[in-house]
């Protein structure tokens, strides 16, 4: 096979370690890419973490932006790997293996790829093209993309459209798209109770048997029935800790985690309420301290879908379908500007695992897709 420029591209990316929320140098190899075809770049360093801001094209004019990280999570028991993880392999069967090949340093050379070959093609092309890359999206995500959206929002930045390149599809390239994810909330609770010998139950207060009908409660509630493009809201409890470790002690407190993956049916506050008006109804003497990860976002069908859902047709004969299935991405800080937004990438099957591995055909065909994309929207 004749090598590819986003083959090389995704193998040069891949030999640099760059385990959250180290760089590595990878977004200096894509500046020095897009550099020659008159991109202006903004480099936004907080703490550890990189982020590169850049475009190609006027200011004001309708702005299409590519979105993704350059960080990827450790290898894991490198024993396991067929390859060594940070040595891009690929097989007889043309599968590329290494760490972040699909999570998502593909999908990255698959956009800058398809950005140049476009630009080539139209030097004077209609409307912007940018990208918002940080090496801070697998670990706590705070110093990335939401500082650079925040940069952005505060100087009124105009952004129309944007392609996060995370692996959204399922079992081929192309047969989902995000055009949302669901919120998520974490709530810590700690329910408070008296300390007693077990044989004096009523010189004590258990908390774990006052928690037990509202954990009942709490876990057999129907919180909303999803909508068109969400999926059911669901809880699920993490984490349950009760106990002195002795077998004739009352504990004094019993905590809990739980999370909510939460639909645009719902907003973190109307959760919160309902929580407590459950726990209150149960006479509980509890503190409770709520984390939100992520409100729910969603692009509904539009231009930005439409010309998605076009492109991948044409390379790859698909229906796609629309999912907010998933955890949480950085979509949800870039959906904050009011533009739309998809995720659209290689398959998530072996992510984050020992073996991650892509088709060398599936990232050609990804950077068709994108280009196709431009093409669509600016030609
Ligand atoms: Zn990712």
Redesign the pocket.
């Known amino acids: 096979m004749k090598s590819q420029p986003v083959i090389e591209l995704t193998q040069q990316l891949i030999t640099r370690k760059s385990i959250s929320p180290d760089d590595q140098g990878c977004q200096a190899l894509i500046m020095e890419r897009l550099a020659p075809l008159g991109f202006t770049f903004e480099n936004i360093d907080i703490g550890q973490t990189k982020n590169l801001w850049a475009y190609h094209g006027d200011v004001n004019d309708e702005t299409f932006i590519f979105a993704?990280?350059t960080d990827v999570v450790p290898a894991g028991d490198e024993e396991q790997w067929y390859y060594p993880p940070f040595t891009p392999t690929i097989d007889e069967q043309g599968i590329l293996y290494g760490r972040g090949v699909a999570?998502?340093k593909g999908g990255v050379a698959a956009m800058v790829c398809a950005a140049e070959d476009y630009i080539k093609q139209h030097p004077h092309h209609r409307g912007r093209i940018g990208f918002l890359l940080t090496s801070d999206?697998?670990a706590s995500a705070t110093d990335g993309t939401v500082k650079v959206v925040e940069k952005l929002m505060a100087r009124h930045e105009r952004v129309d459209y944007c392609i996060v390149g995370?692996?959204s599809s399922d079992k081929l390239l192309g047969d989902q798209i995000k055009n949302g994810r669901r919120g998520s909330l974490t709530g810590n609770l700690v329910i408070h109770g008296v300390q007693g010998h077990v044989a004096y139950p009523d010189l004590a207060d258990n908390p774990i048997h006052r928690f037990a009908p509202a954990l009942y409660e709490l876990i057999t509630t129907e919180w909303d029935n999803g909508n068109d493009y969400f999926p059911k809201t669901t809880m699920q409890i993490a984490n349950i800790h009760g106990g002195a470790g002795a077998e004739n002690v009352i504990p004094a407190d019993l905590q809990i985690q739980f999370n909510f993956r939460y639909s645009s049916e719902l907003t973190d506050d109307i959760i919160k309420q309902r929580v407590d008006a459950i726990l209150t109804k149960h006479q509980l003497n509890y503190s409770l301290n709520w984390r939100l990860s992520g409100k729910p976002f969603l692009t509904s069908q539009g231009t930005l879908t439409q010309i998605a859902s076009q492109a991948i047709n044409e390379y790859t004969g698909l229906t796609t379908k629309l999912s907010t299935s998933g955890g949480t991405?950085d979509g949800r800080f870039i959906a904050q500007i009011g533009c739309q937004v998809i995720e659209l990438g290689v398959t998530n099957s072996t992510?984050h695992k020992v073996n991650e591995q892509v088709a060398v055909q599936d990232l050609i065909v990804l950077k068709q897709i994108y280009q196709r994309i431009l093409e669509k929207l600016f030609d």
């Open positions: 993704g990280h999570d998502m999206e697998e995370e692996p991405s992510i």
